[in-house]
Structure formats: structure tokens, C-alpha cells
């Protein structure tokens, strides 16, 4: 007695290439019968007729993987392999999540800044930094007159 292990396989998009051409290999050939017209003349007179015949194809091919599978306007295309031995070309569609919480919510004791207990000294912490000082001009008055040949009042 074997033990069966299924894998299931979503492939999403592929380009053409070689890992396109293994996928077509690996779903394999499936055999399809095509309507084949056929016209015969005989006497002056036209005679279509129809015959059924059975044709080998791959189930997909690596061009049909690289250009049907992959993101559209409302959905996306992907190929579901290993449910059983079919194939299932599904369209996914886009949804947005509603937002059920924030990210990330601080404990509460983490906001808070801690309490003195009673006859201890609180925890001094270093002193805040003074707030930056104006920074001072790079050219001053006079030398953006200078610069634009205006006359300087020396007085």
C-alpha cells in the first residue's frame, strides 16, 4: 500500500521561456477533436461536408501560459494545478481589507511617564537640549549689494 502525496500548484504568471515550456510539459497532452470542412466538386456541383477529427495538443501552451495567466483590470488569472488530475484556470478577484485595528497599539504604561513613590527622590533624567538657535545668514546686506552693484550707505 502506496502512500499518495498531492501538491497543489497556483501558478500566477509566467514570461515564455523554458519555465513556461516545463509547466506545458508537466499538464501534458490532451486529445481534441477539431470540425474539419472539406468541399468537393463533382458534375458542376458543390459538396461541403463536415468530419470530426482527433487532434494531440498540449493542455496548455507556454504561449498561453505567459499571455493568459496574470494580472487583469478586476481579477487575477491564475492556473490552479493538483486538485484531482483536471486543471482549473480561476479568476481572483481584488478586495480591499477593511482595517479591523491598528498595527500597533503602545501598551498604556508604556505613555505614561512613571510615579515618585513616597519618600524617594524621582529619577532625574538628562536636561532637555535648548532649542536650536536662528541660523545666522550666509551673506549679509552688504554683501548682496555687492553682489548686485548697489551703492552701500556708509553713513
Known amino acids: ?3 499518495a502525496i498531492e501538491r497543489t500548484h497556483i501558478i500566477t504568471r509566467m514570461s515564455i521561456g523554458e519555465g513556461a515550456e516545463d509547466v506545458s510539459r508537466a499538464l501534458g497532452m490532451a486529445e481534441v477533436e477539431v470540425p474539419v470542412r472539406s ?3 463533382s458534375g458542376g456541383k458543390v459538396s461541403d461536408s463536415t468530419s470530426m477529427q482527433v487532434q494531440t495538443r498540449p493542455v496548455m501552451t507556454a504561449s498561453e501560459i505567459a499571455s493568459e495567466l496574470g ?3 478586476k481579477h487575477i488569472r491564475v492556473l490552479l494545478v493538483g486538485v484531482g488530475q483536471d486543471y482549473y484556470i480561476i479568476n481572483v478577484p481584488y478586495c480591499t481589507l477593511r482595517c ?3 498595527p500597533h497599539v503602545p ?3 508604556t505613555l505614561t511617564p512613571p510615579k515618585a513613590v513616597e519618600g524617594s527622590e524621582a529619577p532625574q533624567g538628562p536636561e532637555a537640549p ?3 538657535a536662528a541660523p545666522t545668514p550666509r551673506l ?3 554683501d548682496i549689494s555687492q553682489i548686485l552693484g548697489k551703492k552701500r ?3
Open 1 to 3: 500500500m502506496g502512500i
Open 39 to 41: 468541399q468537393s466538386y
Open 71 to 73: 494580472p487583469r483590470k
Open 100 to 102: 479591523e485595528r491598528l
Open 107 to 109: 501598551a498604556e504604561w
Open 130 to 132: 535648548p532649542p536650536p
Open 140 to 142: 549679509t546686506e552688504g
Open 153 to 155: 550707505d556708509l553713513h
